[in-house]
């Protein structure tokens, strides 16, 4: 089993990070975990050339060690705070760049991604709002034909507030139950 983890926050240590972290506690002892924090893998704007030149550039550099490290997983977790409800500017780059990523010859991209489970894990400042960051997630999974796991909520918006969420440190003790 191996575990990506991709973190979305525009701040390093926050709620979403904290809860994920929470959550790969209970991951079984020979799970490989990789966590990459998108911020630190700055993505170009994305160009659609499916219409055009249709087979992208060959990826390098962020590119390339994002493209890898999806393809190395077994289990992708998309970890985002709920950003005016829907995932966060990185995620939603790292999201369009899977529009090219299957027309890269000699990837297998689509085919690929559908022996993988993508997860989500999410913070937000008010529940019940995050209909579009989880419709966002399961589309995608969904597309590719993924297994979906779901997504992991929890409540919180000054540093650490998520660890006043009882219930979601508690639902994160079982979120990945079916690993």
Known sequence: MKILFLLGSSRAGGNTETLARRAAETLPADAEQRWLNLNDFPLPEFRDVRH????????????????????????????????????????KQYLDYWSGWMYLPDTSFKPRM????????????ELGMEEHLVGTLQRSANYLKMRWGGV????????????????????????????
């Open 52 to 91: 055009t030149i249709r087979i992208p550039p060959a990826p390098t550099g962020h590119e390339k060690t994002l493209l890898d490290a999806s393809l190395w997983a077994t289990d992708i977790v998309i970890a985002s705070p709920l950003y005016w409800y829907s995932v966060s500017a990185p995620v």
């Open 114 to 125: 559908r022996e993988k489970t993508l997860w989500g894990v999410s913070v937000a400042e």
């Open 152 to 179: 992991l909520v929890g409540n919180g918006n000054r540093p650490d507030d998520v660890l006043n969420d009882a219930s979601a440190l508690v639902a994160a003790k079982s979120f990945f139950q079916t690993v």
